[in-house]
């Protein structure tokens, strides 16, 4: 069950951040201040209601099946998931809360446009480090294959 539940946790917590980030980034673009509030009050609720436990299945899922495991792919994997998981404790979810706040209250000022800096720094980051994850987390289980080692010839 751990096999099939970890996966799927990480494809909908990434898609949430994917979802999250994107929605930002045109909004800001091309909506209202009240589009704005919108988004921010839809990712707070319920996106982050579908984010949370996804994420919470796939690092308890993960930490169950990496137990033991060695490698340089789990290694790696290792190394990112504190990263991912202080950024999103201490960076997106504070931001997200901030930001409907804020913006439900009509505060778009400077404040509100560095913590939705901050955010979407934040967001790129975990988006990377997550992708990345999904790719040797496929590359472990055989669903992708690593690239070939280039063989060097010598050509005179």
């Not at 299945?57 to 033991?68: D, P």
């Not at 790696?76 to 991912?84: D, F, L, Q, V």
């Amino acid at each position: 069950m751990k096999t099939f539940i970890h996966p799927l946790g990480g494809v909908i917590a990434t898609l949430c951040i994917a979802t999250f980030f994107t929605s930002t980034v045109v909004v800001e673009l091309i909506g209202s201040h009240d589009a704005i509030a919108t988004v921010k009050g839809l990712i707070v609720m319920p996106g982050l209601f579908i984010l949370i436990p996804a994420i919470a299945a796939t690092g308890g899922t993960g930490f169950a099946l990496g137990k033991g495991r060695k490698g340089r792919l789990s290694e790696a994997k290792k190394k990112r998931m504190p990263i991912i998981g202080a950024n999103g404790v201490l960076v997106l979810l504070p931001a997200a809360i901030f930001l409907d706040q804020w913006a439900s209250a009509g505060a778009f000022d400077t404040k509100f446009y560095l913590v939705q800096g901050l955010e979407l720094i934040a967001g790129a980051v975990n988006l990377t480090l997550m992708g990345m994850n999904i790719r040797d987390g496929l590359k472990m289980t055989g669903r992708m294959r690593s690239k070939p080692k280039h063989l060097h010839t010598n050509r005179a």
